[in-house]
């Protein structure tokens, strides 16, 4: 028996080495390959290992680098190598010049047209380099609002397309969307408005040197990073904060996530290509979100809108256009649970295109399929429950938390900006609102209906709490900080003031303190000390442990309420009236 299973993997060893060699010359570190499975459940066995394109009628398309792909030859599925989408349609020669209207922009020229909507449109345009991929290309984001220089602070909308190189048609029609927004403000009442209400921020190459891996043109683009690493697994994962792949957090995605905590982002959207259709939350939980109603009726708007103006058959996938990502397979990693999960914010993925890498002769009529149902999701920003909370007593903004009583679950409440903006959404009903801040009394609105596409205005002004609700931690040289937190209600909601307002949430139970966490730390912040946000956090018994983006353990909070800290700690002292 022992000398079978050695001829068995020396087998296994010769097909991978057959397999990577015949495909080396084209692709070394993409293959692309479909098996089949015989239950739904062991999709869930297997997504982390290798990154799942879709699923059709039991059988599995997925892509893996050489390392997934030998892991995968030891799980005995049989299986088929395919011809990559990105090698499925080539670039003419005669189209490779960059014209926004109809065609594919080389590299070069999509960086130069990005700067020139700016010096084109300076007031109502900034372009920011949230960073560089790993071949050290730059990562733009425009953002687009009215008096673009202004610091006030709109609730902001995100848009991001290509995050997988070879899903090309986000590139186009987000850069299109640029332009329309920029050309049109002066002369549209609707793009006006927009402008004026929201901060806008579009991000239409998240994965730079996947789309343009052979050079300064689009010409068979892969899925992944330059480091064979899909990013669209590689985000920190709800609950454990780990990397759903089990790599390093990406250096594309490592920008990306400090982008966040930066911009106060409400509403978002990643932009695909594969399938056409609206997906939207949980990617890698088998739950709904508790807003699913909302986004369910935000996706059949979409759908509608688009299919009233193209052929028929488009954009028809799942149900008719909708699907619930995890009802599909379980994707673990992505972008979308982490901006729902750990930032609060809502976002969607829209898959606009069956074929990922487009012919260019079908750019303008995704563009133009898609153009009024992606205005209208933006104009779903304008929606919800809206307001700004100020303190009662100094007129001042102060960041706050939302909660829908009897309607939110694990991670679906809110929060707001730094000077106290919130935008809630929610599906149509009547619903009981709570906002809390730390050291204030909570104030709440009872029996506010909320339509399908009006505001409900909540403004709202609270009161120092006369109670002592105090949380100070005291920080020391023998890196332990001890916390003290009493409240008559046994409960503490205290925001650590960084830029999106996020931080830990103190629960007093006596003679014990345990403490939950939520979105992204600033150590700095926090502690007085150098060093790389926070971005997770693991529940333990009575206790939490928080850790950086390299899964390194950072912080141990136990049952008792102490806290030990990796690293040396300058001493200080933070306390909650400080915020």
């Not at 028996?1 to 993409?30: E, G, N």
């Not at 892969?222 to 990397?243: F, I, K």
């Not at 619903?431 to 009394?441: A, D, F, Q, V």
């Amino acid at each position: 028996m022992k000398y079978f299973s050695f001829k068995v993997r020396i087998f296994s060893v010769f097909i991978l080495i057959f397999v990577v060699s015949s495909f080396a010359v084209t692709d070394p570190s993409q293959i692309y390959f479909s098996f089949n499975i015989r239950y739904a459940g062991e999709i869930e066995s297997i997504t982390r290992l290798v990154s799942i394109d879709k699923v059709e009628n039991g059988t599995v398309f997925a892509y893996a680098n050489k390392k997934q792909f030998e892991e995968f030859l030891g799980r005995g599925y049989n299986y088929q190598i395919l011809k990559s989408p990105g090698e499925q349609y080539t670039v003419k020669e005669t189209e490779k010049a960059w014209s926004i209207a109809n065609t594919y922009p080389t590299y070069t020229g999509f960086v130069s047209t990005m700067n020139g909507f700016q010096s084109s449109f300076p007031t109502l345009c900034k372009i920011e380099e949230i960073g560089k991929s790993v071949n050290n290309r730059q990562l733009l984001a425009a953002k687009i609002t009215s008096n673009v220089s202004s610091l006030t602070i709109k609730p902001g909308v995100l848009l991001t397309g290509t995050i997988h190189g070879d899903e090309t048609v986000g590139l186009f029609v987000l850069t299109k969307l640029i332009d329309y927004l920029l050309v049109n403000y002066s002369s549209s009442s609707r793009i006006k408005k927009l402008l004026d209400s929201l901060d806008i921020y579009i991000f239409p190459l998240a994965n730079p040197d996947g789309a343009y891996r052979s050079g300064d043109v689009i010409s068979n683009p892969w899925r992944s990073n330059a480091n064979g690493v899909d990013l669209n697994r590689n985000m920190p994962e709800p609950v454990t904060g780990t990397t759903g792949d089990g790599n390093e957090i990406q250096k594309e995605n490592l920008a990306y996530l400090q982008f966040l905590e930066s911009h106060r982002i409400v509403l978002s959207a990643d932009i695909h290509g594969g399938m056409e259709a609206f997906v939207g939350p949980w990617f890698g939980i088998e739950a709904m979100q508790a807003d699913w109603d909302w986004y369910e009726t935000i996706g059949r708007t979409y759908a509608s809108t688009v299919q009233n103006v193209s052929p028929a058959g488009y954009f028809t996938g799942g149900n008719n256009g909708i699907i619930w990502a995890a009802s599909y397979y379980i994707a673990y990693g992505t972008k979308a649970d982490y901006i729902n999960y750990w930032h609060r914010a809502r976002e969607a993925a829209i898959e606009l295109s069956d074929v990922k890498f487009l012919p260019e002769s079908e750019l303008l009529n995704h563009w133009n399929y898609n153009r009024e149902a992606l205005l209208g999701y933006i104009e779903s920003a304008l929606n919800g429950f809206r307001g700004k909370v100020t303190d009662a007593q100094t007129g001042l903004p102060i960041p706050v938390s939302i909660e829908l009583s009897g309607h939110d679950q694990v991670r679906s409440g809110i929060y707001s900006s730094s000077n106290g903006i919130f935008a809630r959404f929610a599906p149509q009903g009547t619903y009981t609102i709570t906002i809390r801040s730390t050291g204030y009394t909570s104030q709440t609105f009872t029996n506010r209906t909320l339509g399908a596409s009006q505001p409900v205005f909540l403004n709202a002004q609270l009161q120092k709490n006369s109670t002592n609700s105090r949380i100070s931690i005291q920080l020391n040289n023998s890196s332990k900080m001890v916390v003290n937190a009493t409240n008559g209600n046994n409960y503490i909601h205290g925001v650590e003031e960084t830029s999106t307002h996020y931080g830990l949430a103190f629960k007093t139970s006596q003679p014990k303190v345990s403490i939950d966490a939520y979105g992204n730390l600033n150590r700095s912040s926090l502690i007085g000390n150098s060093g790389s946000f926070l971005n997770a956090a693991s529940n333990l018994t009575g206790g939490i442990v928080l850790k950086d983006p390299s899964g390194t353990v950072q912080m141990h909070i136990n049952q008792s309420g102490t806290i030990r800290i990796r690293g040396t700690i300058q001493q200080g002292f933070y306390d909650e009236s400080m915020l």
